[in-house]
Structure formats: structure tokens, C-alpha cells
């Protein structure tokens, strides 16, 4: 660790997340030592200039914190496989980015002497710096042994995002609760989209767009708020907001919300 606390960084998986998550400690003051290639070193020398690429035994042995942001399927293959030439270091930070698991898949990494992480930020990653602005607003789940916990915490507050626990009996149905979110929401504007196109409305997302996101956050709102004071149910179900003088804004003034699935 050099000055400050401050950790050599190296990252395996050069797609639309591992960049990111470089960028955002990078920020923080960390040392970016290295990224694997991607199939974009266009987009990544971008968002990481100068940053070397390096193989992932090397990034594996030369970092006191190893970032791996690698599809699902490829984790567990990618952490055995390190195991077993020997590239894992005793006391250093191993952090791996998927929802799906905790840190019982960093078990080959942490019987080599590695401290395991598991910081999924809760956001759809583009690969671009709108991303860096998207971890600011976000929540990352945090999962690891409790005596490395609030490593695990503090790293996700240098990401931008506020940490939340989730045990690691509980990362499937996180994960679960992460696909519904992500891909229902996904589904419905296309379908949505695609009727739009069939009538002839030229833009159909643009159309969209402000209703879905208004029918969103009004969902996330009856879900977040503490206080439910003036917040009703309408006819049907929806959702209404009831004023000073006891009338359903909506329906005071002659407009029923359309039934849309919530994103």
C-alpha cells in the first residue's frame, strides 16, 4: 500500500464495467497499475489513458487490490485458474463485481492468502463517463467477512455509491431481484415500443420516455417513502396523491393514470 492508504489497482475485464470501476478509484486517489485487453482499447484508453495492459497473472501479482469484472460465467474459471499458477497474494485485496454471488467463488483466491470482497454497484453499466455520474446516484451491495466488511464499505463509498450490506446467503435473491429489475424494465419499453412503431409514431422512445420515467420513479417512490401521509390508492390500484382539500390531484383534474406495467 503506498501513501495514504492509498492501494496499486489492477483490473481484469476490460468491458463495460471493469474501465469504470477504474476510472471511479482512480478518482479516488488510487494507482491504476493495469487493465487486461478488451475488444474496445479505443473506449478504454478513453476513460483510462496511459493505464498499461497487462495479462491477467500479472495484474494478479503485482496489486494489493485486483479488481474482477468479468461476465457470471467466466468467475469462477477466471479465480481457479489464477489459483492455480500461483498468481494470488497473501493479504491482497480480491474484488469481484457480480450481483449473482458473494465471496464463497473467491474460495481458490482466499485459501492462497487473499482477502475476498464481493461491491455489485446497483446501476446498468454503458462502458462510457456517464457511468462515473450514474455511481454518484447509486447503491452498491456489499458482501464479505465481517472482519473485512468495512473494507469492502469503503471502497464502495470511493466508487460514489452507499453500501448496503447483503449476506451472503442472500446474493441470489439480490441478483434475482437485480434481472427482474433490469431486463422486465428492458422488455416492456420495447414491447411498448414496438406497438408505438406499428401505428406509425415516428420516435416511439422519445414518446415514451417521460411517461415510463415518471411511471418509474412514482413506483420507487411508494417504495422509499417513510411516510405515507397523503399517499393513497386510487380506483384500480394506482397510485394517487391526496391535497389540502382531500381530492385525488390526478382525478381532480379529469385524468385517469393509464394502467402501465412499472419498469
Same mark, same amino acid.
Given at each position: 500500500? @503506498?501513501?495514504?492508504?492509498?492501494?496499486?489497482?489492477?483490473?481484469?475485464?476490460?468491458? +463495460?464495467?471493469?474501465?469504470?470501476?477504474?476510472?471511479?478509484?482512480?478518482?479516488?486517489?488510487?494507482?491504476?497499475?493495469?487493465?487486461?485487453?478488451?475488444?474496445?482499447?479505443?473506449?478504454?484508453?478513453?476513460?483510462?489513458?496511459?493505464?498499461?495492459? $497487462?495479462?491477467?497473472?500479472?495484474?494478479?501479482?503485482? @496489486?494489493?487490490?485486483?479488481?474482477?469484472?468479468?461476465?457470471?460465467?467466466? &468467475?469462477? #474459471?477466471?479465480?481457479?485458474?489464477?489459483?492455480?499458477?500461483? !498468481?494470488?497474494?497473501?493479504?491482497? /485485496?480480491?474484488?469481484?463485481?457480480? *450481483?449473482?454471488?458473494?465471496?464463497?467463488?473467491?474460495?481458490?483466491?482466499?485459501?492462497? =492468502?487473499?482477502?475476498? &470482497?464481493?461491491?455489485?454497484? !446497483?446501476?446498468?453499466?454503458?462502458?462510457?463517463?456517464?457511468?462515473?455520474?450514474?455511481?454518484?446516484? =447509486?447503491?452498491? *451491495?456489499?458482501?464479505?467477512?465481517?472482519?473485512?466488511?468495512?473494507?469492502?464499505? !469503503? $471502497?464502495?463509498?470511493?466508487?460514489?455509491?452507499?453500501?448496503?450490506?447483503?449476506?451472503?446467503?442472500?446474493? *441470489?435473491?439480490?441478483? #434475482?431481484?437485480?434481472?427482474? *429489475?433490469?431486463?422486465?424494465?428492458?422488455?416492456?419499453?420495447?414491447?411498448?415500443?414496438?406497438?408505438?412503431?406499428?401505428?406509425?409514431?415516428? @420516435?416511439?422512445?422519445?414518446?415514451?420516455? !417521460? /411517461?415510463?420515467?415518471?411511471?418509474?420513479?412514482?413506483? $420507487?417512490?411508494?417504495?422509499?417513502?417513510?411516510?405515507?401521509?397523503?399517499?393513497? +390508492?386510487?380506483?384500480?390500484?394506482?397510485?394517487?396523491?391526496?391535497?389540502?382539500?382531500?381530492?385525488?390531484?390526478?382525478?381532480?383534474?379529469? /385524468?385517469?393514470?393509464?394502467?402501465? $406495467?412499472?419498469?
Amino acid at each position: 500500500m @503506498n501513501r495514504a492508504g492509498r492501494l496499486g489497482v489492477g483490473i481484469i475485464g476490460a468491458g +463495460r464495467v471493469g474501465p469504470i470501476i477504474g476510472a471511479a478509484l482512480g478518482g479516488a486517489g488510487h494507482a491504476l497499475t493495469g487493465i487486461t485487453p478488451g475488444s474496445d482499447p479505443d473506449r478504454v484508453e478513453a476513460i483510462l489513458p496511459g493505464v498499461p495492459h $497487462l495479462d491477467p497473472p500479472e495484474i494478479a501479482r503485482r @496489486n494489493e487490490l485486483v479488481i474482477l469484472a468479468v461476465p457470471s460465467d467466466q &468467475l469462477a #474459471e477466471l479465480v481457479s485458474g489464477l489459483a492455480a499458477v500461483s !498468481a494470488w497474494q497473501p493479504g491482497q /485485496l480480491v474484488l469481484h463485481t457480480d *450481483a449473482r454471488f458473494g465471496t464463497d467463488i473467491l474460495r481458490p483466491a482466499v485459501e492462497q =492468502g487473499v482477502i475476498p &470482497l464481493a461491491v455489485h454497484p !446497483a446501476i446498468t453499466f454503458t462502458g462510457t463517463s456517464i457511468d462515473l455520474r450514474q455511481l454518484q446516484a =447509486g447503491y452498491a *451491495a456489499v458482501t464479505a467477512p465481517a472482519a473485512v466488511l468495512p473494507i469492502a464499505q !469503503a $471502497l464502495a463509498v470511493e466508487l460514489g455509491c452507499e453500501p448496503v450490506v447483503v449476506a451472503e446467503a442472500d446474493r *441470489a435473491s439480490y441478483a #434475482e431481484a437485480i434481472a427482474t *429489475a433490469t431486463e422486465f424494465s428492458r422488455a416492456v419499453v420495447q414491447q411498448s415500443t414496438s406497438l408505438l412503431r406499428g401505428i406509425g409514431i415516428d @420516435n416511439p422512445g422519445g414518446y415514451l420516455s !417521460a /411517461l415510463v420515467r415518471s411511471t418509474v420513479d412514482q413506483a $420507487l417512490t411508494l417504495e422509499t417513502t417513510p411516510d405515507w401521509e397523503g399517499i393513497v +390508492r386510487g380506483r384500480g390500484g394506482d397510485a394517487g396523491w391526496v391535497g389540502r382539500d382531500g381530492l385525488d390531484d390526478g382525478l381532480e383534474d379529469g /385524468l385517469d393514470e393509464p394502467d402501465v $406495467l412499472p419498469g
